[in-house]
């Protein structure tokens, strides 16, 4: 890994927003998996949650490893899971719901620990996500059609989110809020993908990096790296 890649990746992590996320109930599509998770990359969030369609799990899961590549996924068997996990964490759980309790998307505040339910292209939001919710929230149209895309509707609502949280300085940390042990393990991972699959495959510790993303490994590490596998 060369010194500017190394440094792109130190400033993506320090941008990384741990406590802003989405929560997708439920959607089968996986070109809008894909497109939801590359709009939450571009705003700077760590990880979202799902909840797949039981018989797409296989097929979601591997499109969303493949659009994930700086975005972590976290798979819940229910909604009511998923939600109950983001409450602990002392997040808002909004739900994008036309209902007669809702707001306009644009009056929450964002700088708040917040998770937003994006429901299924078919049904939207299950009743059980909308009754766990804090909050329905809605993005007002005047046309004919009264949903959107939700790879559109979770873009909208996210930029929404990061220019509340650019103006309050949230990107503009000197330090990042990941953890010592997840930031080592970014960098190896898209630093060295290589080895970092080798290592993953032998049960290998990942080793810690310097100061320019070079490897600081002992001797029996590396031997244990080139052994031939049978």
């Not at 739900?95 to 292209?121: C, H, M, Q």
Request: glycine share 6%; hydrophobic share 40%; proline share 3%.
């Amino acid at each position: 890994m060369n010194l500017e890649r190394y440094q792109r990746i130190l400033d993506v992590l320090t941008q990384r927003q741990t406590d802003l996320t989405l929560c997708l109930d439920e959607v089968h599509k996986p070109n809008n998996v894909a497109a939801v998770i590359r709009s939450a990359d571009a705003v700077g969030l760590h990880k979202i949650h799902a909840v797949w369609p039981t018989d797409q799990m296989k097929t979601l899961g591997h499109t969303s490893a493949g659009a994930r590549n700086w975005v972590e996924v976290d798979t819940h068997p229910t909604v009511s899971d998923a939600i109950a996990t983001l409450k602990d964490q002392g997040m808002q759980i909004l739900v994008t719901n036309l209902s007669s309790t809702a707001v306009d998307f644009r009056d929450i505040d964002y700088t708040k620990p917040t998770a937003i339910i994006l429901g299924s292209e078919k049904i939207g939001a299950s009743e059980e996500a909308k009754a766990l919710a804090c909050q329905d929230i809605i993005i007002p149209m005047v046309g004919m059609v009264q949903s959107l895309n939700v790879s559109v509707a979770s873009a909208i609502v996210l930029y929404e989110a990061q220019r509340q949280r650019a103006a309050a300085g949230f990107y503009q940390r000197k330090h990042s809020a990941l953890d010592e042990e997840t930031i080592n393990r970014i960098l190896f991972e898209r630093g060295h993908p290589v080895l970092a699959k080798v290592a993953k495959r032998k049960g290998l510790p990942y080793p810690k990096l310097d100061g320019q993303g070079q490897i600081i490994a002992e001797a029996a590490w590396w031997q244990e790296m080139q052994r031939t596998e049978r």
